[in-house]
């Protein structure tokens, strides 16, 4: 068990690193209250990571309200190691899931 482990955390980090396995990348996380964070995605047929995301920050440091639900929408970057980072839009007022 303890090499699955190994080769799991392995992945991770090449995840993490920006590296594209099994059509799987960490995209870096820009502003907003999840920023500094990776999210790894899972990239779509024609290589596209989903388009974004919504999300609540629970207890992270800020003056974020953890009720609220705040976007991010992918953006090209070619200066990251994934091409691709989660830009933050702001509080998303769509209608709660």
Not at 63 to 83: F, I, L, Q
Request: glycine share 12%; charged share 25%.
């Amino acid at each position: 068990m303890g090499d699955e482990r190994s080769e799991h955390l392995v992945l991770i980090r090449r995840w993490l690193a920006g590296e594209i396995v099994n059509n799987t990348v960490g995209i870096e996380i820009v502003d907003g209250p999840f920023t500094g964070r990776t999210k790894i995605v899972e990239l779509d047929q024609t290589g596209l990571p989903p388009a974004g995301f919504r999300g609540r920050p629970g207890r992270a440091p800020g003056p974020w309200n953890p009720a609220t639900k705040h976007a991010y929408k992918a953006v090209r970057d070619p200066d990251t190691s994934a091409g691709w980072i989660y830009e933050y839009v702001g509080v998303d007022a769509a209608p709660e899931d």
